[in-house]
């Protein structure tokens, strides 16, 4: 009797162990599966970020300046100021620009790019445009709380020591978990790559202010009449957001100072460079920190007036995605590498800054939730 009891017992022991390790296998199964999709879904979204760019190749490569790019001629770029060769009075270069997304657990994007323009750039002869090698590596759209802010300065001067700052975007966040490739003298003041393959730098001058809208005591710098100019480096690059990443311009270009609107107000000009299909929700580039850079518009084709921080960095779904805004206001397209609080005051480096800055309705559910 105590045997045939026993015996019960065990195959009762062996039922519950078997279900429970069929319950276990199933768990496992549904999980990978859904692990998967996830992984797929980020790496398709980064193949669609990466395919707005104007890439001349498929990459990695070993070396962006070693392959051949897409050639382009300017007529009104002199000796001085030429980045390739000088034949006859035209200026010929190569535009190289590689985007490449790497699938893993987590998704990575590579930008490796000479920072040469595609369209002919008006400079000034003092002045020159130079071959670089960018190259970076970082993870993409990387997931960042409104709850979890990388910046929350509490006074006026806290702000300004990080948006009124030239070298703040030298490192990103950990969580971008940022690899350089390139000399770490070219990254310094890198905010992003634009689709062009015209580099994005911080916002600042030299002084630390608002190149364009500037305190007293200080001059606007110039640029053309796509909102570029180079720095010393001979680096041609944006601080503002311009229509000509997404339609570029072709044939000789003006200053910003030779055209009229852009002269008046090249905050308010900028808009007008977008053709009206960008008037909605845009890719124009990448930070370096792995965020996606959107033009001034929402996908509902409103205008970006709200609810961005003082990285200009918004969430702006019901997902929690996080990124840069193109604005007319001051940092204009990246300050810091966010997210960055919602303080009730403005920087002191602009004239043309937010006075105060409000969460996003998707922010302000995350943090309310």
Avoid at 49 to 60: L, M, N, R
Avoid at 192 to 221: C, H, K, Q, R, W
Avoid at 278 to 286: F, S
Avoid at 303 to 329: E, H, P, Q, R, W
Wanted: with cysteine; aromatic share 8%.
């Amino acid at each position: 009797m105590l045997g045939k009891v026993a015996l019960a017992i065990c195959a009762i022991i062996f039922t519950v162990f078997a279900i429970a390790a069929t319950v276990v296998l199933s768990l496992i199964s549904l999980y990978i599966p859904n692990q998967s999709v996830a992984s797929i879904s980020a790496y398709q979204t980064c193949l669609t970020v990466a395919s707005k760019f104007a890439t001349t190749i498929s990459g990695p490569v070993a070396n962006i300046t070693a392959t051949t790019g897409v050639t382009v001629t300017c007529s009104q770029i002199g000796i001085s100021s030429c980045p390739g060769s000088l034949v006859n009075g035209i200026c010929t270069w190569q535009r190289k620009l590689a985007v490449t997304c790497i699938n893993g657990s987590t998704v990575r994007i590579r930008v490796q790019s000479n920072a040469l323009p595609g369209r002919c750039a008006n400079v000034p002869s003092y002045a020159s445009i130079q071959e670089q090698n960018i190259d970076f590596e970082v993870n993409f759209n990387p997931t960042v709380s409104v709850k979890s802010q990388t910046y929350s300065p509490s006074t006026q001067s806290a702000l300004d020591a990080i948006v009124c700052s030239i070298s703040n975007q030298q490192y990103a966040p950990s969580g971008s978990n940022l690899t350089t490739y390139s000399s770490a003298t070219t990254l310094t003041t890198l905010a992003g790559m634009s689709i062009d393959n015209v580099p994005i730098l911080n916002v600042n001058s030299a002084n630390d202010v608002d190149p364009f809208y500037p305190p007293a005591g200080y001059t606007a710098e110039s640029v053309d009449s796509c909102l570029a100019h180079p720095q010393v480096a001979g680096i041609y690059h944006y601080h503002m957001a311009s229509g000509c990443a997404v339609s570029p311009p072709t044939g000789n270009i003006s200053s910003c100072s030779a055209t009229a609107a852009c002269a008046a107000d090249i905050a308010s000009y900028s808009l007008t460079t977008f053709p009206s299909s960008a008037k909605k929700l845009t890719v124009i580039g990448i930070a370096k920190d792995g965020h996606v850079i959107y033009g001034p518009y929402l996908a509902s084709g409103n205008l970006v007036t709200s609810g961005i921080d003082i990285c200009n960095g918004m969430f702006y779904d019901s997902i929690g995605n996080y990124a840069y805004f193109a604005t007319t206001k001051f940092p204009y397209i990246t300050g810091c590498f966010g997210p960055g609080n919602y303080p009730s005051f403005g920087p002191s480096c602009t004239t043309n800054g937010q006075s105060s800055y409000t969460m996003s309705v998707h922010a302000a559910a995350q943090a309310n939730g």
